[in-house]
């Protein structure tokens, strides 16, 4: 049974996070998990996407939750953004 804060009920499509942890957290904290970990679904209206558009040796849970500053500046030899969009509109090189 789901409370008004949405606990009780896991929110996810996937997840690697025990299923008692995924009923005691609220579903605000549990939208803000990337999804690489735990796959509400939410990431894209939240905004925690990779921008990779080549290889990265980020892992996809860091890649969904570094800010869209951090992405850019990160050489492309290490995470590929080149093309990428980003919200602002600027472009990857």
Same mark, same amino acid.
């Given at each position: 049974?789901?409370?008004?804060?949405?606990?009780?009920?896991?929110?996810?499509v996937n997840s !690697?996070? $025990?299923q008692?942890? =995924? %009923?005691k957290v609220p579903e605000s904290v549990e939208h803000k998990v990337p999804d690489a970990a735990h796959d509400t679904?939410?990431?894209p209206q939240t905004g925690k996407v990779s921008h990779a558009t080549g290889d990265s !040796?980020? $892992?996809q849970t860091l =890649? %969904?939750?570094l800010p869209e500053k951090v992405e850019k500046v990160v050489p492309n030899a290490?995470?590929?953004t080149s093309g990428?969009?980003?919200s602002d509109g600027a472009i990857g090189k």
């Open positions: 049974m789901q409370n008004e804060k949405g606990q009780g009920a896991s929110h996810a !690697k996070l $025990p008692g942890v =995924q %009923e679904g939410a990431n !040796k980020v $892992p =890649q %969904e939750g290490i995470h590929d990428a969009k980003f």
